[in-house]
């Protein structure tokens, strides 16, 4: 009775990662859009806090981008750093010539909040907000602005976020979930959209989102979702290439994955008012990615818990040979997508754990270690 009961569990949670791996490979296939010929003034939007090891390259690395410099400027916040951050920011966008604000907030605000505050200062409609601690590949700028304006109904795009490879298990693992992730992101926005942002690049016009829900939930899941509450389309441009540092540490990146997940989930128990509306996304990915994020962690552990009970008795023996073979596995085919998607869903139910806490101000938990 118990194997059957485990059985079935594991069945249904297995069900959306295969109707989205059928997407992927027999689904409607994402258009490229053609490179830009013309390049729309841009207001980039950087935030800010304890970033000294890194902000001298991120910036080198925004003006090493493709896209013409005489054409962006970038508003700089500082959230209340308690190191050198800002002087080190503003004497290096005086030595790039690059078009710059510095805004320097009196209290800790968080991401979301600052940025809706740049918002109000930015120069030009087209708005890019981005980390600072995570760096663009040189057409990033290019292929994100094209895709957003590609079509008058799109209002936001994301690039796809790639760890920086190396050896570290947490990071190869990492870069298969990415992967993975990044294909179901691009079905969906090639059939409607997605919500499913990377808040290391998004674009958007601001004459459509002109404030990001900054009550609750992850502010790129949030600007993706004021997108289509307004009727236009959020969508993800896989070839918008964006690097971030993996923390090596576990604990550290259990920190930083958990804090995202439950942003993730609070964006998405947050719009639940989208539902029924008579698009792709709101009758079909929309309630998908609610399973997926909601119920599926607690019905997968639980199968795997009650698995576990039924081979115990059976043969406790077994289950600590099992238990063996399958951490010794994971450490040899640290690539695996199986082992990457058990982890997913582990951070998932921490999230769900977790959620209520006030995720909108946090201690960085990238590598700075360059």
Known sequence: MLLSLAALLLFFSLIPYAIYFFGIYF???????????????ISIIMSAYNEEQVIEKRIANIKE????PEQYELLFI?????????????????????????IANTERLGTTRSYNFAITKAKYPIIVTTDADVFFEPDALNYLIGRLLSEEKIAAVTGELRPLMNTNSTTMLEGVYRSFFGRMCDW???VDSTYNFNGAIVAFRSD??????????????NTAFEAIRKGYRAVYESRSIVYEDIPQS???????????ATGLIAATLSNLDLLGKK????????????????FIPVIFFLSLVLLSVVIFFYNPFLLIIILILLAIAGFIWRRNLVFAFLLNQFYLLSGLMNLGKDVRVWESTSNKNR
């Open 27 to 41: 689904g409607k296939k994402p258009v490229q859009v053609l490179p830009l010929r013309i390049y729309p003034n």
């Open 78 to 102: 500082d959230d209340c750093s308690s190191d050198n951050t800002k002087n080190l920011a503003k004497i290096c966008l005086e030595r790039s010539g690059i078009d710059y604000q510095i």
């Open 279 to 294: 698009t792709w996304f709101c009758l079909f990915f929309y309630p998908l990615r609610i399973f997926m994020y909601v």
């Open 208 to 221: 459509l989102i002109k404030r990001i829900n900054d009550k609750r939930g992850a502010d790129d899941a």
């Open 188 to 190: 969906e926005s090639t």
């Open 250 to 260: 576990f604990i550290i990146q259990y920190r930083q994955k958990t804090r995202r």
């Open 65 to 68: 981008c493709h896209y013409p």
